[in-house]
């Protein structure tokens, strides 16, 4: 069974400053991975999303997210921190012989200080 | 992507009454995925739907507790049975997009059980 770690629960990080954010999965083979925002009170969005070739993925809010096949990892990354990126976030992983389900993360809180 | 309409965005209800869960999408859909997300948890899948056949339930998901209908290949509904303050939490429907892969989410149903 597919399954993802978030091993971080909040991130407190000063705007401007650079953010990233750690995701492991475990799966057989390679699996579809995505990253979620959800804002208070919002629905999801997606960020960005993964399944094959360039392992660097590049998304929308100036957000990206590396693959690395060795370490099963999918962290995200953005270089300069806004207050609007103040929100909880998911990684998520997908595979078409799970019958395309997600499995999520248990997501990451992140605070943005002035 | 595909626009997900999902109705109704929150309700309070009583213990041991049922609410039913609406989404409409704009484009056929193969699989519609339905997930639940208890105050301050990640998203849990509840059950996959496919038009035409029986949903498909995950652990700890009973159609008993959660009947999902799909008529047809744009709309999908489910029922939170007879209800407790411990089915508080915020349901969302899922479609796998035609695209590229990728998921997209209605806004979400707040339900409150008091």
């Known amino acids: 069974a597919q399954s993802v770690t978030q091993p971080d629960i909040h991130i407190t990080v000063s705007e401007g400053a650079s953010l990233e954010l750690r995701c492991n999965y475990s799966y057989g083979a390679t699996p579809y991975l995505f990253w979620y925002v959800q804002s208070p009170g919002q629905g999801l969005q997606l960020l960005l999303k993964y399944f094959s070739g360039d392992t660097l993925v590049q998304g929308i809010k100036g957000f990206e997210a590396e693959f690395k096949r060795s370490q099963s990892s999918f962290n995200l990354r953005k270089p300069s921190v806004h207050w609007s990126d103040a929100a909880e976030y998911f990684c998520a992983v997908g595979a078409r012989a799970a019958g395309n389900k997600l499995t999520f993360g248990g997501g990451t809180r992140v605070l943005v200080k002035p | 992507s595909a626009v997900i309409s999902q109705k109704p965005s929150r309700d309070i209800c009583q213990r041991g009454t049922s609410l039913t869960i609406q989404c409409q999408v704009d484009s056929q859909v193969t699989m519609m995925f339905w997930y639940r997300q208890q105050p301050g948890q990640s998203l849990t899948l509840i059950a996959t739907a496919n038009q035409g056949s029986e949903a498909t339930y995950e652990s700890g998901f009973v159609i008993d507790k959660f009947p999902i209908s799909r008529p047809n290949l744009t709309f999908s509904t489910l029922t939170v049975s007879n209800m407790s303050p411990e089915d508080s939490s915020i349901y969302l429907c899922?479609?796998?997009?035609?695209?590229?892969?990728?998921?997209?989410f209605g806004s979400g149903t707040r339900l409150t059980v008091v």
């Open positions: 899922s479609v796998e997009d035609a695209g590229p892969r990728g998921y997209t």
